[in-house]
């Protein structure tokens, strides 16, 4: 049953937005969750081998001093995975990080990523279509979640309001028969597919 299994919850943060033209990972975010419970958390910092711009210093609140000494991106992508295991990941607006994950395992021929990938954005926009917004700061507005908006867009923070976030939602979808990983992979919006994305 999709509200019984294990996930990972993640969140990055990046030195811009595109990570085919050469912007990586500076923070790696995640939380693993069960029956609406975290059970076990993962955090850490990627030095990105450059300064930051000051409007990424300026959005994130991570600073080059506080990247000085932290692990390199592959170790990072590494260590995330070991924590992950063979978990289902959900992001939010998982195109995004998966894009950086991705362009990882392609950078330092890490192999293929083959976990099952859920994006709370196409989960939003289909349990919630009347709705406009579907942003996380709007998210947890709507599923009355504790949040502090001066400490949105770090990654940790982030992971675990997405991770309340999409409990709520499992629930919702367990009341529109939506009950196996099966039935939420008819929505290609919602499971994303990346398993085939590494070939070279």
Known sequence: MLIDDIYVVFDLETTGLRASEGDSIIEIGAVKMQN???????????DPKR????EIIKIT??????????????????RFMDFIGDCSVVAHNAKFDMSFINMAFLKYD??????????TLGLSRYLESNQRYHNLATLVIRYDIPWDEDKHHRANYDAKGTALI??????????????????LKQYR????????KNKK
């Open 36 to 46: 609406g419970e975290i059970i076990d958390t993962f955090d850490l910092f990627v």
């Open 51 to 54: 300064e930051l711009n000051e």
């Open 61 to 78: 609140g991570i600073t080059n001093e506080m990247l000085k000494g932290a692990i390199d991106e592959k170790t990072a992508v590494e």
């Open 110 to 119: 890490l192999g293929r990523f083959s976990n099952t990938v859920i994006d």
């Open 166 to 183: 999409f409990y709520k939602m499992l629930k919702k979808l367990k009341l529109n028969n939506i009950n196996t990983m099966e039935d």
């Open 189 to 196: 919006t919602i499971v994303l597919k990346y398993n085939n």
